[in-house]
């Protein structure tokens, strides 16, 4: 019982940082990175972002690193 209740807070704890990472994304300039690909034509866009995406790559490597070291 108590691994659910461990599984629980980490669940929440995903949850609420991830609220809160969309809530101050705008601050963040989050998907306006340099190395964001924006492609502009006469009736369409194109937008990858490449930079945003490996910044984000980053981080969410670093917590599940800090939650497994944390585990043991």
Do not use: N, Q
Request: net charge positive.
């Amino acid at each position: 019982m108590t691994e659910l209740g461990k599984l629980l807070l980490v669940v929440g704890a995903t949850v609420f940082l991830a609220g809160a990472l969309f809530m101050f994304a705008g601050r963040l300039h989050l998907g306006h990175l340099p190395g964001d690909i924006v492609i502009r034509g006469k009736h369409t866009a194109l937008y990858f972002p490449l930079g945003t995406c490996i910044v984000l790559s980053v981080a969410l490597s670093a917590v599940i690193w800090l939650f497994s070291r944390l585990g043991r």
